[in-house]
């Protein structure tokens, strides 16, 4: 149940936080002395609203994002695996998220956590200090042994000594653009429209158009490269590290005012207007969500799944779990216009 390389913060736990190349952070966020952000992760932090401590790491293709309403905040000598996603959680000192876990608003992670891979700690979950947790959602299987802290002590090199609280103020990385990072294939090239946001670690393959307003976040990549269309209407968001794509002869349709959260697997399917996919989760190819869905963070739509409109989706496999009498609002990890260096036209501003 390792993280990943957390050996790679022996080298890293003094001086300034380390930002790999094409890590990126949007906002303004207060990182640790010593901190490490890899290769593809994002950290989104609306008016200040994610802390990482000394000496953690937050590996590749992860997604942090912290709202005023739901701060995140990691402790110190924590490391978060591979594709994980937090979203307004508390962190402990010293845990081990394992790669792709997702932590959701208001979760509570104590000191010295282990979590599995594909982890799922839901929305005021709490997790006391020293337990091992693995599913979805996540459920306590045992105290944390004296082999565990022995493992934890050997990944940050048989030290688990305890540093002072730093924090260094680090703004955007990078500034957005109306337009970049398009590619063509087959002679097709994308079509964005001129008031959508592309980040420009975005990338936008082949046969894909881009409606009004719409915003394309850090690290996402959409990939038009099938016998079928991508089309992603007016007032949508796709979020960060998020991956479209689809099969031959399929196409991939998201109607106005969707939001795709991040880390999202959204493949060869129709996404009704204004529905809402979390964190996390795959919607795989022929599938149909009606108008004002929402899948749940972590959830897997299988192929070829049907559903209604306002229809509460949820597991894995995913099945209705209830009804949405009306259509949802934007949640609170959607962005927002202060999220970005410049004002985007038609983006909650809350």
Same mark, same amino acid.
């Given at each position: 149940m390792s993280a990943g390389p957390a050996s790679a913060l022996r080298d890293t736990e003094a001086g300034a936080p380390q930002l790999a190349r094409s890590a990126v952070v949007v906002g303004v966020a207060r990182l640790g002395e010593g901190s490490l952000l890899a290769e593809g992760a994002v950290?989104?932090?609306?008016?200040?609203g994610v802390e990482v401590g000394t000496g953690s790491a937050v590996l590749e293709n992860s997604v942090v994002v912290g709202t005023t309403a739901f701060p995140t905040t990691v402790g110190r000598r924590s490391v978060f695996g591979h594709r994980c996603m937090v979203v307004g959680a508390t962190v402990g000192d010293f845990c081990e998220i394992g790669n792709a876990s997702i932590l959701m608003p208001g979760a509570r992670v104590g000191d010295r956590v282990f979590l599995g891979e594909g982890t799922l700690v839901p929305s005021g979950m709490t997790l006391p200090p020293d337990v091992v947790a693995v599913g979805r959602p996540a459920r306590i299987v045992r105290t944390a042994s004296a082999d565990d802290r022995h493992r934890l002590a050997g990944l940050r090199g048989g030290d688990l000594s305890l540093p002072p609280a730093t924090a260094i103020t680090v703004e955007h990385t990078q500034e957005t653009i109306a337009m970049g990072q398009l590619y063509a294939y087959r002679d097709i090239v994308p079509s964005v429209a001129t008031s959508a946001t592309l980040f420009p670690?975005?990338?936008?393959t082949g046969d894909v158009v881009v409606g009004e307003r719409? &915003?394309?976040g850090a690290g996402v990549k959409i990939i038009g490269d099938s016998h079928g269309p991508v089309r992603?209407?007016?007032?949508?968001?796709?979020l960060e590290n998020t991956v479209l794509h689809l099969l031959p002869d399929n196409d991939l349709i998201i109607d106005d005012g969707a939001i795709i959260g991040p880390g999202a697997m959204i493949h060869g399917c129709r996404i009704g207007a204004r529905s809402i996919v979390e964190p996390g989760a795959i919607v795989c190819d022929g599938s149909v969500l009606g108008a004002g869905c929402i899948v749940r963070a972590g959830a897997v739509v299988k192929q070829r799944s049907q559903f209604g409109a306002g229809?509460? &989706?949820d597991g894995f496999p995913a099945v209705e779990v209830g009804r949405i009498p009306e259509l949802p609002s934007a949640p609170d990890w959607a962005l927002r216009a202060d999220d970005l260096p410049v004002p985007v036209a038609g983006v909650p501003d809350q």
């Open positions: 950290i989104r932090s609306h008016r200040a670690t975005a990338e936008i719409t &915003i394309i992603i209407g007016d007032d949508v968001q796709i229809i509460d &989706i």
